[in-house]
């Protein structure tokens, strides 16, 4: 009896054995279908060369960089930001822009710009680049990349500034990150505009034309923003004649391009200079500029 009931527990603990193999053989088997997420999935969709577009080999650079840095205390800003806020105004560039917060952070980054750095050298995207090897409160970290023939060179521009205040979520290429608010960066423009530089950085005054053109602005926030920035030298004020017509040289030199490569007309200096006058005018008034009415509120 006792040989019968062994028998009948070995049996069962055959059957149990082969049915745990048979359950582990169909796991391994079985492929978990892919999610249809296809902003996640850009890098694995998308592969870049040399002759790829501008626009997908910085998009190819940003996944990188959302994949390997943490997004959680990087914030961007800067031409690539604009490009996608408004794909039909903003101007072409070469550059992806973000900020950090504190210097350490900069040291944990710059292995994933080498990375990159070797990795669009084998895709002969680049031919070679230069990591910036310290960060400054005055001056940026980054990489500078090469590339080949009389293709503009790629850069990541990262500077260090203070994140507490004007920083907003943002989706982008499938990653949650995060930007600077739009009076932030108008304050960055209006900072440009108000220095001696502005003759030779006449995008600023561009950007801050397309910005108001498609955003309500709170001005409260905007003085803010700019008391918080600093430096701004209100001596240097754009309306005199004399800075007029220097202005009008220069921005007559500016050609502006989307990134898929179509030219811009864009609007007259003149046009630009009232809004600014207009936003200046309303600087200490708790108004909201509204983009669709083109008025103060």
């Known amino acids: 009896m006792k040989e019968n009931e062994l028998s009948l527990h070995e049996r069962r603990y055959c059957i149990m054995t082969n049915l745990e193999a048979l359950l582990g053989a169909a796991k391994k088997g079985y492929t978990a279908p892919k999610q249809d997420n296809s902003e996640l999935s850009v890098q694995e969709k998308k592969t870049i060369t040399k002759d790829s577009s501008r626009e997908d080999i910085l998009d190819y650079i940003m996944v990188f960089l959302c994949e390997r840095i943490d997004i959680k205390v990087s914030v961007f800003k800067g031409g690539y930001v604009l490009t996608k806020l408004m794909p039909d105004e903003a101007r072409m560039t070469e550059d992806i822009d973000f900020s950090i917060s504190e210097e350490h952070q900069y040291y944990d980054i710059i292995p994933v710009l080498e990375d990159l750095g070797n990795d669009l050298v084998k895709l002969g995207v680049i031919t070679e680049y230069e990591v910036k090897p310290t960060i400054g409160e005055r001056s940026s970290g980054g990489i500078h990349m090469m590339t080949p023939g009389n293709i503009p060179d790629l850069k990541i521009d990262i500077g260090w500034h203070d994140l507490s205040w004007g920083v907003s979520s943002w989706s982008c290429v499938g990653f949650d990150c995060k930007r600077f608010e739009v009076e932030r960066m108008?304050?960055?423009?209006?900072?440009?505009?108000?220095?001696?530089?502005?003759?030779?950085?006449?995008?600023?005054?561009?950007?801050?034309?397309?910005?108001?053109?498609?955003?309500?602005?709170?001005?409260?926030?905007?003085?803010?923003?700019?008391?918080?920035?600093?430096?701004?030298?209100?001596?240097?004020?754009?309306?005199r004649e004399e800075v007029v017509t220097q202005y009008a040289k220069a921005y007559d030199k500016l050609t502006v391009a989307t990134c898929d490569g179509r030219v811009i007309n864009k609007p007259e200096l003149s046009k630009i200079l009232l809004r600014l006058r207009d936003f200046m005018e309303n600087y200490d008034n708790d108004v909201t500029w509204n983009h669709i009415e083109r008025v103060f509120k």
């Open 186 to 239: 108008l304050s960055d423009k209006i900072s440009a505009i108000y220095s001696r530089k502005r003759f030779r950085r006449t995008k600023d005054i561009y950007d801050f034309y397309i910005l108001t053109n498609n955003f309500d602005v709170s001005l409260p926030k905007l003085k803010k923003y700019i008391i918080n920035r600093g430096l701004i030298d209100w001596d240097a004020d754009p309306f």
